[in-house]
């Protein structure tokens, strides 16, 4: 059974696990804490970008010779695999470690394996410390690995009455400009934002992730993905602009037989194959509702503007829902106050795989 040290150490390894959020992409996030011998913290260790050292080798050579015999407190199983960097595994064995405490195995047919080479090697290995924090600070690459596609994030500005556009079609702007911050924020963090061509026609968005104030272009931009299946999309798009990688999704590439529309599964596999792990799902109504009505979203995040419109489109369309049994259920998971709005994340209670 795991020590208060080792349930501790666990903490602070999801922690530094956080720090690699929105650039280890397609690799996950993970943390690792090394205690020495007598139970004190000797090194500490996160996977910080994709190529880059793992959680466990930043930790050792920070520990040095206090490693052996010590424990190894990490987030997800050590690797297995010889890829970029030599197997995990191999190297805390060699290292003359004790004992590896594991949040979450590998669900990666490639890398996992790590906690039988430990144990062959004479190393004492436990795991589901902490999981259920592990598993959440994780979601999207876990998921995106056991699904084979992208964890689908739908996020949508309405006012308090469920509008996402007055009756004359404006929607700019729904909510605040802190909110606004937020989404963009959000955006730097995951690999593809998803739009329908509705949206690129109606408001013309750039889909970039950059700081509102001053136009600059975060570091890492976001593959923009606009969902098309005829081709609409104006050659002078604002998403066609240089600033970011795009991808206008047709149905010629992405139709099944005798269908006129993109395949959604399809495109999400495709996605998955281009190594997207999290897709943020900007809209608009109607795209939302194909992809909820088809089992697709993982999360929804709704930020509610404190006004009214009474007449305007919907935040939702066509999601495949008729009658009140039918509805898609949510729980809500967290509501904040972005400046002067509410933002909800909900999660879906069934996702299809
Ligand atoms: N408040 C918000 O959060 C928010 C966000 C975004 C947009 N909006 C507003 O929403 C409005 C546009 O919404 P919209 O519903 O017309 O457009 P949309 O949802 O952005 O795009 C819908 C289009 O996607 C295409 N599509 C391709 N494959 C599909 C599939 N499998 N299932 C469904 N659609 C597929 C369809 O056109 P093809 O068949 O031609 O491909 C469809 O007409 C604008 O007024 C915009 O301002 C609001």
Known sequence: MASQAEIAAMGRAVELAARGLGTTSPNPVVGC???????????EGFHAYAGGPHAEIVALAQAGERARSGTVVVTLEPCDHHGKTGPCSVALAGAGVARVVIGVTDPHTHAAGGVDTLRTAGVDVEVGVRAPEVEA????????VRRHRPYLTWKYA?????????ADGTSMWITSEAARMDVHAHRSTVDAVIVGVGTVLADNPQLTARNLRDGSLAIRQPLRVVVDSEGRTPPDARVRDGAAPTWVATAAELGGAGETQVDLRWLL????????????????????????????????????????????????????????????ELEFVDVTRVGPDLRVIALPRKVES
């Open 269 to 328: 596999a495709r996605l998955y194959e281009r190594d997207v792990r999290a897709a943020l799902l900007e809209g608009g109504p109607r795209l939302a509702g194909a992809f909820l009505a088809a089992g697709l979203v993982d999360k929804v995040v709704g930020y509610l503007a404190p006004r009214l419109l009474g007449a305007g489109s919907a935040a939702l369309v066509d999601a495949g829902v008729g009658t009140i049994a039918d509805a898609i």
């Open 137 to 144: 600070g994780n979601i999207a690459w876990l998921t995106a």
């Open 33 to 43: 804490v090394i205690l020495d011998a007598e139970g004190r913290v000797a090194g």
């Open 158 to 166: 309405a006012t308090l009455d469920g509008r996402s556009a007055a």
